[in-house]
């Protein structure tokens, strides 16, 4: 019987993990863009301030920070030389006490050089190293103030070797010794130029248990010795000179044999020699009440340096930045293993949005959102419109393709709301594809459902005018304006594709504009509102259409305050001038010989507009709308709907 064992995965993403929901982060990027920012600005936006399941790049930064924060608020350097210091008093007075009911010279003369001893704790531990103990329990203070020094000097160059010296014998101590002896022999080669593959693989088979990193050749050997020698060197500099001092002094004490704490000055002259890029020179402020060991004091500055690396990664301020660049394991080190999947999360975030071709770049280099992105905005836009014509008006599916119009001889998969009559055929031929595999009776699903397909008998031509005056985004209205030609660009694109829609923009000039440029248009602040250019450019659209319905559509929140000059000059003035309110009835009037009535979506409630719009509805048999934001897009595309019937 074959068995199985099941573990975690680890090589590349999880293939088991739902894949990534663009629907949020493209809402969130068009917004942005639709507001004025960049495509690339919007996306940086967005990986830094996340999504609802995923918490962007500012908080995982803030965290970094809180942690760091945390290590120098909590701790101080002084755990080393305050443990040596606890143990050289526990050594001295056992030695008094076993001394002191002895009346002989010799015990007298002990308690002498005792009371002799310099003040200093590493000056005393040298002093001592060659008392004879009279107190078993002294004598094993002492040695345990060596095997101490030893351990945390040890694990202040090696990650993990204090746990495996917790019981040190003297051969263990001439072992280490040997270690460093040949890994500076090493070292040295390599620094010579030497070729050491052999001689690495020589020294990995005999000392590799002091290295749980499994360095696979000596750079990567040099990379994490260098690192961890270099962390200890910047907790030295964070010491006052006094306690670099006790403590230099003291780790010649180190397991009782001086030539270690010789081999690790060889070693640290040989690291800097081999990664001079390392930081040896900074230093760090502890402020805290909680000592730290040599050992622990050169982990909580390598976990400094490793927050430090994280923040830059984060920050993606360097040439090139990508949000690959994160050391995952790193971060789910510092942070938990949360704030890696966070990480993991934005990165395929970013890479799924430009894979998808939902970014495009430009010729210039700069970043686009494409036609496929334009695509989903505005099927997002239309759905919330239709959302809001359904609440209002009760009705099922204002956006159907054709409503009893003439049949097109295509059919097209059922949606909620659909009206049109089934195309059985197909209906039928899609329910026994998907049951033949499965062996069961023929029934039909409703995905199985396929609606004859049909068309308005007139195709329409319109001009949305939007107005992009500086009002419009100081009030609060230029995303609600872009979401609304979004959702009829849309609806005319995919459902009504005879249809030809033109979409006009006015400040102080106007011009025709394609989707992309509407929705990544940038406010500028000028004055004038000139709705005469923007009704010339609508005239002329539905004369290049002369066989279609034309439907003129307007959105304002101003009265128009210039007009266009026959030499081109856009003349301004505020208040509205007479010249400038004739001239923009004179095209009111045109529009109205071709058939056009123009429909205008007024947006606050200015007086004078509001009798502007008025004239025009009287002047050219318009309609005049005044829905709320929400509802701007909703009222459009219904009026659009609405327009939509056979020319007479």
């Known amino acids: 019987m074959t068995g199985f064992r099941y573990g975690p995965f680890h090589d590349g993403p999880d293939p088991l993990a739902p894949p ?18 960049s495509p690339r600005s919007a996306l940086e936006e967005l990986l830094r301030r996340g999504t609802r399941e995923t918490a962007g790049l500012d908080e995982l930064t803030r965290r970094l920070w809180e942690r760091r924060a945390r290590i120098q608020r909590r701790h101080n350097l002084d755990g080393t030389l305050s443990e040596v210091r606890a ?19 010799d015990a007298r003369f002990r308690e002498t050089q ?17 008392y004879d103990w009279r107190s078993e329990q002294a004598r094993d203070a002492y040695q345990r103030i060596r095997d101490k020094l030893g351990q945390e000097l040890m694990e202040s160059r090696f990650q993990g070797m204090k746990q495996a010296l917790s019981d040190v014998r003297p051969e263990d101590a001439e072992r280490i010794r040997r270690m460093m002896a040949d890994l500076n022999d090493l070292l040295l080669s390599h620094l010579r130029g030497e070729d050491t593959t052999q001689k690495f693989d020589r020294f990995m088979a005999q000392h590799g248990d002091f290295f749980p990193e499994n360095p696979r050749t000596v750079e990567e050997l040099i990379d994490a010795l260098a690192a961890r020698a270099a962390a200890a060197q910047r907790m030295m500099n964070s010491m006052s000179a006094q306690q670099r001092a006790e403590l230099s002094e003291l780790m010649a004490a180190a397991f009782g044999d001086p030539r270690l704490a010789e081999q690790v000055s060889t070693l640290d002259a040989n690291l800097r020699a081999l990664r001079p890029g390392e930081d040896w020179t900074s230093s760090a402020r502890f402020r805290g009440q909680d000592p730290l060991g040599l050992g622990e004091g050169a982990q909580a500055m390598a976990d400094l340096a490793e927050l430090d690396a994280l923040a830059e990664q984060l920050a993606q301020s360097y040439p090139g930045a990508r949000l690959e660049d994160i050391d995952l394991e790193a971060l789910s080190r510092q942070l938990g293993d949360d704030a890696g999947v966070d ?25 686009h959102l494409s036609p496929k992105a334009l695509r989903r905005l505005g099927e997002t836009a239309l759905s919330d419109v239709v959302g809001t014509l359904r609440s209002r008006r009760g009705e099922r599916d204002t956006a159907r393709a054709g409503a009893a119009g003439e049949v097109t001889g295509a059919s097209r998969p059922w949606e909620f709301g659909d009206s049109e009559p089934w195309e059985v055929s197909r209906t039928v031929r899609n329910a026994v594809l998907r049951t033949a595999s499965t062996g069961e009776a023929v029934r039909i699903d409703v995905t199985d459902v396929e609606v004859v397909e049909t068309e308005q008998r007139a195709r329409a031509a319109i001009a949305l005018c939007v107005d992009t ?27 009504f594709r005879s249809d030809e829609l033109q979409l ?29 250019h923007a009704l010339l450019l609508a005239g002329r659209h539905l004369r290049r259409n002369p066989d279609a319905n034309p439907v003129v559509l307007v959105v304002t929140d101003g009265e128009p305050t210039a007009h266009l000059e026959p030499d081109g000059h856009a003349e301004f003035m505020y208040p509205t001038t007479a010249r400038t309110l004739s001239k923009t009835l004179t095209e009111v009037d045109a529009l109205a010989k071709l058939g056009a009535s123009v429909t205008v979506f007024m947006l606050g409630e200015d007086e004078n507009l509001a009798k502007f719009v008025d004239l025009i509805a009287r002047r050219g048999r318009g309609r005049v709308i005044a829905p709320d934001l929400d509802g701007l897009g909703a009222a459009v595309v219904g009026d659009y709907l609405g327009s939509r019937r056979p020319r007479h």
């Open 343 to 367: 990480a993991r999360r934005l990165s395929e975030l970013e890479r799924e949005l430009r894979d998808q071709g939902l970014l495009e770049r430009a010729a210039d280099g700069s970043l």
């Open 114 to 130: 005792l009371d002799a001893l310099p003040p200093g704790t590493a000056a005393a531990v040298r002093e001592l190293a060659d």
């Open 20 to 37: 990534v929901d663009l629907r949020e982060a493209l809402e969130q990027l068009g917004r942005d863009v639709m507001e004025g920012s």
């Open 87 to 105: 143990l050289l008093d526990e050594a001295l007075a056992a030695e008094r006490a076993a001394l002191f009911p002895d009346p002989s010279d």
């Open 504 to 532: 006009i923009t006015f400040g102080r000039h106007a011009s025709t504009v394609d989707i992309g440029e509407l929705t990544a248009m940038e406010g500028v602040w000028e004055q004038g509102t000139n709705l005469h």
């Open 469 to 495: 005056s500086w009002s419009m985004i100081q009030d609060g209205r230029w995303v609600p304006m872009k979401r609304t030609a979004l959702a009829l660009h849309h609806l005319v694109s995919t459902r």
